[in-house]
């Protein structure tokens, strides 16, 4: 008993600490509230010169994407959140379909192209992700690789492809490929590269890192991932990324984003916090830092990737890419997953 | 009466979740059908269900011969062996089963290591329910360890000298005599390694088993689906009620308190004699499988990120946090868990069923689940508690609690109510005889169930990045920064110091005989 006397007389004192740290900062005095599903590491430093050119203080809360925006979902209207920054634009379409965005200023969207936008002017894109075909540069050349993605289920493929099913951003892919190509169309596909024993791995680091080895030949990831391993291994690392020329969706590109959250109580912070992520140099940093696409016109990307300008892209609306269930009952249906 | 209150009080707080859960399902009744008559949905429980099963019969075959070796034999360093037997409680299961994938994987370290010398390419796959059963086996089985070690330390060993003395083997004692006195820990331990495995996210994902929760996470994850997550997550709630309705039949209505006069003694420190090697090699094994392989994975990956600096002053402070909320999470359950006992173990009947049954609800949903219950009541009702401190520890009570209940049970019922009734015959109170007696008398179960709660809450995320007030950082939260980013290396550092303090913290629980 005497030790738990004194354990919880030890956590008092540790409440009245923390109580005491935290105390003070409530109240409405300008601090903005991002809840944001990009990571700490990456944002971090962005968030604090923020804070030092604006004068502001910013509390984050970071988080999964997804888990944030059913936590804003179920906050609704007494949200403490200002801004949502999400890791990509099907959680964003999901909260604008909610409603519980709030319209951003006309002026703002616009500085960015019409498909990494919301039609309704409720959240912008801040930096984009292409999905790419990466192939073992050794072994393969650009020539060898079929005009569409649609064509890698042919037999001679077989044992060659790595995938991740179970990976975020290839899920993206075949929503919006049901959304282009339809639902039969997808499901062939999906059967057919499925026939080609394709290696399943967890993730995109891991089909870039087996390519590489040799493993296999070609797999679908985004097309970061190739260039950051690029610029630490230098040029002779023998991945290259392959934009399908088609125009279909295997070019497709997908964004992270950030929007208003209605209920929050300083929307005017916001605004001007979203506007910093736009401005030059936060599009600047995305780049530099993550090879992501900036999306803010006459910005140019890193001359280690392919320009935004010279993919052909498929006709899309980013925020429609929000139905992933009916993604998850395909790629079961078809033994993907 | 007080007490009857404080159950119900209690259990309403605990439903919370369901409460939710009922109101999502009645926002969209028609879809929530939909998703539950799916053809799947039964193959799901299936799959899950076998998992659940296979993995509670080996943590049982684990934890119990642990339980009685370091508290009944007198093998050479049982502390010790105590200690470590309850830590891997603490490896966060998604960090565990990535340890056992690096390790063992098709092209994993032990790959490397033999392929130079035997020329092995790929070793066989260990993913899908083989791996899931593995992982959850190591790092629950400790939920059965505990709480049967504490009933064998109460355990009145005149019964078993009276078998003994009558002739019977030592084997047949310990079955017809022992085993029956420790059904209600074993009972209770059980269901909390089924719930466990039933709502458990991170094994499952990462060894690629496609279960119940993973289906819900997905739901949440990839359509924001709330009706059908919830509707699923009902279906959990409906499942623990069945596990707990065939628990209270194994339990049966043993009477487990000496019924004679006069207090009982220490139990004899039974001699292993020639059987001491074999089960300290039996101890080594499961304790080199459960906490020293993960364990050494972690430390080769946190040498091998120390290329990157290490923000030590992070990783202190987010310890510290850590240990309060964790620490104020046990207190809590294990405040609370004494007049839940109390209730169903003296006054049994339909209320006091009822409300310890509903109690388990936080621990049989996935974590998600109850942070976006406690975030819809929170911020509805009570939006000035809503992302404090208090409301974490609360949500840690709901999520925890059932760990604290099953061992204090399991405690009391080897207090025998004679003691209470001649105190209250003295002229106590109610309040005074559980104050001096009863807490004292059952505190072995109290501080073991404790235990469960503080390691279980420690490497609790997905309420904390949810309901933590800004800027509150614990050690899970820093693992999921780090391996969010795609390095399981980076986790590897603030995973040790998890390790590291919570195994002083459990010295002072479990060390104390």
Redesign the interface.
Known sequence: ?R??RL??F??LA??AL??GA?GGDDGDDGTI?VYSGR????VAPLFERFEEETATEL??????T??????L????E???ADVFFSQDAG?LG?LENEELLAELDDETPERIAEPYRSQDGRWVGTSGRARVVAYNSEKLSESDLPDSILDFNDPKWKGRIGWAP?N?SF?AFVTAMRLTEGEEATEEWLRGIAANDPVVF??N?AIRDAIASGEIDVGFINHYYVAQAIEEEGKDYPVRVYHPRGGDVGSLINVAGAGIVAAGDNTEGAAEFIEFLLADSSQRYFSEETKEYPLVEGIPADPAVVPLERIEQPPLELGEL????G??ELL?RSGA? | MLLALAGVALAAAMVLPLAYLLVTVADSAEAAIDTVGNSRTLELIARSAGLALAATTAAVALGMPLAWLTARTDLPGRRVWAVAAALPLVIPSYIGAYAYLSALGPAGLLRDALEQPFGVERLPDITGFFGAWLVLTLFTYPLIFLPVRSALRGLDPQLEEASLGLGHSPWRTFRSVVLPQLIPAIGAGAVLVALYVLHDFGAVSIMRFDSFTREIFTLYRASFDRTGAAALALILVALMLVLLWLESRARGGFVLHRSAPGTKRPARRIPLGRWRVPALLFCGLVCGFSLVLPAGVLVYWSLQSFAGSTDWGGTIEAGLSSLLVSGLAALAAAACAIPLAVLSVRYPGSISRMTERFSYTGYALPGIVVALALVFFATRAAPATYQTLGLLVFAFLVLFLPLAIGSARAGLQQVSPRVEEAARSLGRSPLQVMRTITAPLMASGVFAGAALVFLTAIKELPATLILAPIGFETLATEIWNATNVGFFERGAVPSLVLLAISAPSLYLLIGRE
């Open positions: 008993m030790i738990l354990a919880a030890a956590l540790l409440v923390a109580l935290c509230t990571e700490e590491e990456l509390e984050v809360r970071y988080g999964d997804a888990e944030l925006a059913a936590t979902i179920e906050e609704g007494n949200s403490p959680a999901a179970t975020g899920q967890d993730d680091e929000d139905d992933l269930e993604t998850l079961q997953l």
